[in-house]
């Protein structure tokens, strides 16, 4: 019910704030939103100063869905090249130039399943940002080794999961892998 979206939306304000607290970031990535599209429509508000949002975002039949959201601040606007959703609910991507450099800025939110994650990977690589540099942030949901696992499942990463996921390491030139 609303109480509960109610209580959703104070405690995402106050985590966003302590964020923010003596720090002033230009780039914020946020993962899993449960939000109704009236709360994306006002969470600007939530912040501090002037904001460009670009949300990925789908809509159960309840109105309340997950998405994932890259928040650029304002002065940054006129910097801003391009921007598309490379799957929609699960990964956003803007492009921002400056300097004669393409800056793909991408915020990846990855499925819980296995077979799930691999068609994901695998459009991940296809639909990567011409680009010079990426800054990435992603909830992997998933492990490569048991020993870093927090919570969820202890299955690791294996078989066609991996080739995916070490082929979309090797296009976004990520040389820092777990199980080496």
């Known amino acids: 019910g609303s109480s509960r979206h109610r209580k959703y939306r104070g405690i995402l304000i106050q985590e966003l704030r302590k964020c923010l607290l003596g720090c002033q970031p230009d780039v914020l990535l946020i993962h899993e939103h449960h939000v109704s ?15 460009e949002m670009f949300w990925s975002t789908t809509f159960g039949l309840n109105g309340i869905q997950g998405s994932v959201c890259i928040t650029i601040k304002d002065v940054w606007k006129p910097f801003i090249k391009a921007k598309h959703v490379l799957v929609l609910g ?30 994901f990977w695998d459009k991940q690589c296809n639909g990567l940002p011409n680009a010079d540099q990426c800054c990435i942030a992603i909830d992997f949901n998933m ?12 299955d690791t990463i294996h078989g066609r999961e991996l080739g995916s996921w070490e082929h979309l390491c090797m296009s976004l030139r990520i040389f820092y892998v777990w199980h080496s």
């Open 37 to 51: 599209e009236k709360h994306i429509a006002n969470y600007g508000t939530f912040l501090p100063g002037q904001w």
């Open 90 to 119: 699960r990964a956003p991507c803007v492009i921002v130039r400056m300097y004669d450099q393409a800056v793909g800025i991408l915020n990846f939110y990855a499925a819980n399943s296995a077979s799930t994650r691999v068609v």
């Open 143 to 154: 492990i490569e080794d048991p020993n870093n696992r927090v919570g969820g499942t202890q």
